[in-house]
């Protein structure tokens, strides 16, 4: 980096207005050096470019006006004020403030020339009340700031107002730094991109993304920034991708085993086309020497714990452990419970390992798990932490890799030279996502339900319909049906959740369905608790679970055929989905009754009108990426991706498949980034994105 361009990367404090009050402000906002003033994007513009003549306004209009100053005058009446009078030559404007009276006096000087811009009002002759304006000096050729031009609206707050950055005070600052700093900004991109992708150089679009020179501009401004910022997320997921794909000593299973051929045999039902095709992809992986780095996706129901059990095994009869990480006690112990029942019998050793156990249980696991006494260890985020020590992990299984992050991917990889990765989720992930909070990962899809799967009927109801639908209810129950009845979060502790469930499981008990054996299921029960009832409830002698959404992945219960959600209308599409997916398991024709309370916001009854219309997760995903927008649909940060500022995966689609392609090109041809015309890019790469760079490194 020149000495020129380093001279943007010393702190705010050494800009002339900036003192170490000011700077505090903008250090809480995350602006530390001069360069990250340049990356404070406007919130959104007003277009003051129209320019009028005083003769011809009208009333209402909310115009630009340059004139000269001819008098002012502090009026005495119901309210003061003080009136400052302007001429352009063509007529006169009033100029009005209710307040700071000895200021404008202060500062406005007969005989020179501003730039006014308000909504024009009549009383005797035109007006303007509270007008923006800039003090163009002597002529009316001065530096527009403020008016006469496309202005730019800043995000601000209290403490920043208070420092003197409001709307106003940024744009003073930015006039300043682009004069004095625009020209040492280092370009990023390869001027071959640049080209190919017909975009404006950096130094201009920082320009014209504060002060746009027109709207044409403003708009190439975005398009260049916009693309910055997908090409560096890209960039940094193919070099994760690079790093994993060509990292040297990974473990070939070279065999598949008696006792995989013989458990696929035994299934008592036929895997399904896309089954095939997976468990072939996961395979021809797992006997390369390059260490697998595969995301499994599928919907609800569509059979992704049976491949993964197969890939474990596969990972065992080669002679290594295999670890299996549920994000919740619950879920991993039905996955614990799945295993054992399936492979325990034919000599494979499966243990647990969760938070919930004694010290003495835990010890005893982590000796089994250390001296390879166990072959797959199933657990919650218990298997990341440092005590936890295996004697030859060879595969790494993540469940439900959405609720996890980047980080704790990767301490679970730390647990063993290069293993095996499989990543699970049955959350459908929209295209857009996949290519960046799953862009690093290839990716497998069971788009396939298992045969003979009825598809779920699902409704929703007002809550007007409540008796009805447990008439509903209880009539499927006595005839041998199981249900789950879910209720939400209703406050924002889990303690109210709780009470919520616990509330209506006595009510219940004792009302509606007084004749049915009724069980609770709630986070806050302790593990042997939670096992006890699911055990229950999977065996037939509980026939009513009432439940918060500790159910949501995982459980798998056959025999359980209706699924209500009480106040459906607080959940999101795809949690709504997972709920469901909790029936229609086995070949039993199955409900879901969503049950809405109130006056539905138009939000809110699309997501239930969207739950009834279709049972395809991935259609859902899209619908819900649309509804939520793609930062609450994946918060970016536990992926160890960067926020966005001005770019929006969704809307910006085309333009992030661009960037992607540019970045995996580039990364393909120059991995490290050492070539003469990219150390821009590499600068401005280690600069940003180094400390979010935890899977690989550039050498």
Known sequence: MSKAVSIIYQPVEKLETIGPRRAAALNKIGIYKIIDLFYYFPRRYLDRSDIGKIATLKT???TTVIGRVVNYEFKRGKRNRFQLYVTDGTSYLTCIWFSKFTYWQRIFKPGEWLALNGKISRYNGFQMVHPEFDRLGDNAEGELVHTGKIIPLYPSSEALTNAGFDSRGFRRIFVKILKIYKDKVEETIPQDIINRQKLIPLSSALENIHFPASVEMLEKAKQRLKFDELFFMELLIALRKNNVTNSSGGIRFKKVGDRVRSLIEKLPFELTDAQKKVIHEIHDDMKSSKPMNRLLQGDVGSGKTIVALITMLIAVENGYQAAL?????????????????????????????VGAQNKTERQKVLDDIANQNADIIVGTHA????????????????????????MQRAKLREKSLNPDVLVMTATPIPR???MTVYGDLDVSILNEMPTGRKPIITQWRPNQSRAKIYRFVRDHVAKGAQTYIVFPLVEETE??????ASDSYEKMKGGYFSQFKLGLLHGRMKSEEKESVMATFKAGDIQILISTTVIEVGVDVP???IMVVEHA????ITQLHQLRGRVGRGDLQSYCILIGYGRLSAEARKRLDTMASTNDGFKLAEIDLELRGPGEFFGTKQHGLPDLKIANVVKDIQLLRQARKEAFTLVEHDPQLSHEEMLGTRHYF???YRDKYDLAWVG
Do not use: C, W
Request: proline share 1%; hydrophobic share 45%; net charge negative.
């Open 60 to 62: 209402g209009q909310v």
């Open 325 to 353: 990480m549920a994000p919740t006690e619950i879920l991993a112990e039905q996955h614990y419970l799945t295993l054992y029942e399936t492979l325990h019998h034919i000599g494979v050793k499966i243990i647990l390992l």
């Open 383 to 406: 298997l990341i932490q440092e005590n936890v020590d295996f004697h030859n992990l060879g595969l790494v299984v993540i469940d439900e890799q959405h609720r996890f992050g980047v």
């Open 432 to 434: 857009t996502l996949s």
């Open 495 to 500: 303690k109210s959740d709780l009470k919520a």
């Open 559 to 561: 025999n359980a055929t």
């Open 569 to 572: 209308e607080r959940f999101g």
């Open 686 to 688: 280690l600069r940003n």
